[in-house]
């Protein structure tokens, strides 16, 4: 018997974009699969677009609520799931021509937990995803090094929308409550779990979900609160690692470097804002304070860092808030 998908997509106001995806899950060559919709309490017609579309196909099931943020409706999908796998698809993005019959092959073939698989973006920026590796690998193997090395150097692995996931390693009970307000790394908080519950992980190269690229999401604007749920996040994979990565201290380097990357990523943001300049100087000095950031000074190699990163680092780590702001503003 084929495997069948449970395919979940929270859904709030996309009006424009909802239809365009239900139809490319439609349109695949692979007929075992549901639709769980969560409407997220969806201000415009959003969720009557959804309840259209399962009138028409009884593999559609929506569900209504309050609005409760991504991470909320994610989870609440998890509790309709009747599927094999779990695979998540956001309500302004596509999957692929293909994809679940390309998934379902892979799946059978490597009697994996987990498959991760690439990206396309499309709309007014078009590029496909990183290329961690060329081939497929079992990133679970040797105690899940692999793995552990991308979840600590890099953000790759993060997204929900990239997994496809056994129905039974799923922490379907699990509360996630304490990270109900997050909004930058939602995702990679509800893969952590994931990625310990999965025995055999495999990546594959290639495409099988299309990611839109839109001006809200490239513009989004300053975000107050970002650096914090960064800062939050990683503590977080830290804890993780340090649970199961046996190799943790060969790893602890690379998690450094990226978390200076994130953090002056953070300082670049509020420098070039258009914040009061008291206020700036306030985040810029609460971003040096992080423990974390004392942390990973003492381990980060900052190879990877471009010179103008690595500028801003050297005057993040002596406190020069006043002439990092001036560079901002030069540069």
């Known amino acids: 018997m084929s495997i069948k998908f449970s395919i979940h997509i929270p859904v709030y106001n996309v009006e424009e974009y909802v239809e365009e995806c239900l139809e490319s899950i439609l349109n695949q060559n692979y007929d075992n699969y549901e639709i769980v919709i969560i409407d997220d309490g969806s201000t415009d017609n959003s969720g009557k677009i959804c309840d259209i579309y399962a009138t028409k196909d009884n593999r559609i099931k929506v569900y209504h609520q309050q609005n409760q943020g991504l991470l909320a409706t994610r989870r609440a999908a998890l509790k309709y799931a009747d599927g094999d796998?779990?695979?998540?698809?956001?309500?302004?993005?596509?999957?692929?021509?293909?994809?679940?019959?390309?998934?379902?092959?892979?799946?059978?073939?490597?009697?994996?937990?987990?498959?991760?698989?690439?990206?396309?973006?499309?709309?007014?920026?078009?590029?496909?995803?990183?290329?961690?590796?060329?081939?497929?690998?079992?990133?679970?193997?040797?105690?899940?090094?692999?793995?552990?090395?991308?979840?600590?150097?890099?953000?790759?692995?993060?997204?929900?929308?990239?997994?496809?996931?056994?129905?039974?390693?799923?922490?379907?009970?699990?509360?996630?409550?304490?990270?109900?307000?997050?909004?930058?790394?939602?995702?990679?908080?509800?893969?952590?779990?994931?990625?310990?519950?999965?025995?055999?992980?495999?990546?594959?190269?290639?495409?099988?979900?299309?990611?839109?690229?839109?001006?809200?999401?490239?513009?989004?604007?300053?975000?107050?609160?970002?650096?914090?749920?960064?800062?939050?996040?990683?503590?977080?994979?830290?804890?993780?690692?340090?649970?199961?990565?046996?190799?943790?201290?060969?790893?602890?380097?690379v998690f450094s470097d990226c978390y200076i990357e994130m953090m002056t990523f953070c300082a670049v943001e509020v420098a070039v804002s258009d914040i009061q300049v008291k206020e700036k100087v306030k985040i810029l000095k609460d971003i040096r304070d992080l423990e974390l950031f004392n942390e990973s000074i003492k381990h980060a190699t900052l190879k990877n860092l471009t010179v103008k990163r690595k500028v801003i680092f050297w005057m993040m780590k002596r406190k020069m808030f006043l002439s990092l702001r001036l560079l901002m503003k030069l540069i």
Do not use: W
């Open 85 to 253: 796998f779990v695979v998540f698809c956001d309500s302004d993005d596509k999957l692929k021509e293909g994809a679940l019959s390309g998934i379902a092959k892979y799946v059978e073939e490597y009697a994996c937990d987990m498959l991760i698989y690439r990206y396309e973006k499309f709309g007014n920026m078009c590029f496909d995803g990183a290329l961690l590796y060329e081939k497929v690998t079992d990133v679970s193997s040797n105690h899940k090094s692999e793995l552990m090395y991308q979840i600590a150097s890099n953000n790759e692995l993060n997204s929900m929308c990239l997994k496809a996931v056994r129905l039974s390693c799923v922490d379907i009970d699990e509360s996630y409550d304490k990270y109900k307000n997050i909004s930058n790394g939602e995702d990679l908080l509800q893969s952590l779990a994931l990625f310990e519950n999965c025995k055999k992980i495999v990546y594959v190269p290639d495409i099988f979900y299309c990611y839109r690229a839109n001006e809200k999401s490239i513009t989004g604007g300053f975000d107050s609160k970002r650096y914090k749920e960064m800062d939050f996040v990683r503590q977080e994979v830290l804890c993780f690692l340090k649970k199961n990565d046996f190799e943790f201290k060969k790893h602890l380097r």
